[in-house]
């Protein structure tokens, strides 16, 4: 508690160190099944685990309370946008990561001393940005393109019974394509863009698991 509350009076409450043994992040106590934590930053007072399926949002008001509010954003539903990475200056504590998801900014105060780590995590968050807005982006073109032939076949054909088996074509052909377009799970893909960073060392460090 002394340590928390010196947090809070310095300011360093804030900051957030790479978690290393990811069996002692908080976020163990919300996974769902199937799901796994990937990489992890947790300050005193608040902790960002990103799992295989979503990020983790734990906080409390302040860094010697128990009462912590867990958030969750799966990447299935929460797009996220605007990768920012701001280093730290000469006289700064921390660096920080920037970027919103479903709509809400989130800023990941991290230790000066870990900004290569940081800056890693970085790249793999704007590489997992722009595979779900390739994967929103198909989606939308699926959609479009289900609409306009949908249309047309409505116009040539006038047998109930055939309009009916197209639209039981039509509805498994749309749920095939969420499927693609909206993965539960990102582990491959995560995991895969250490691999491409040539991070696989650090892959070993925060425990994750090579496909």
């Not at 978690?19 to 990937?38: A, F, K, R, V, W």
């Not at 992890?40 to 990020?55: G, I, P, Y």
């Not at 920080?96 to 790249?123: H, L, T």
């Not at 509805?171 to 040539?198: D, M, N, V």
Request: hydrophobic share 35%; proline share 1%.
């Amino acid at each position: 508690m002394l340590k928390g509350l010196a947090g809070d009076l310095s300011g360093a409450g804030d900051v957030c160190h790479v978690m290393h043994d990811l069996s002692q992040c908080l976020g163990n106590q919300y996974l769902l099944p199937s799901e796994t934590i990937m990489f992890s930053l947790q300050s005193t007072k608040e902790e960002f685990t990103f799992t295989n399926h979503a990020l983790l949002k734990i906080a409390g008001s302040n860094s010697t309370t128990t009462r912590k509010l867990t958030e969750r954003f799966d990447y299935r539903n929460e797009t996220i946008t605007s990768v920012k990475f701001e280093t730290a200056g000469l006289v700064d504590r921390d660096c920080e990561i920037k970027f919103k998801i479903g709509g809400k900014s989130v800023s990941i105060d991290v230790a000066k001393a870990e900004q290569a780590d940081a800056q890693d995590f970085y790249k793999v968050l704007e590489m997992l940005s722009r595979r779900q807005i390739e994967n929103n982006r198909a989606w939308e073109h699926g959609c479009l393109a289900l609409k306009y032939s949908s249309e047309a076949l409505y116009l040539t054909e006038n047998s109930g019974q055939t309009l009916i088996k197209q639209t039981d074509e039509t509805s498994t052909w749309i749920g095939e394509l969420y499927k693609r377009t909206h993965p539960l799970c990102y582990r491959e893909f995560i995991t895969g863009a250490f691999q491409e960073l040539r991070l696989v060392d650090k892959m070993e460090r925060f425990q994750i698991q090579k496909p």
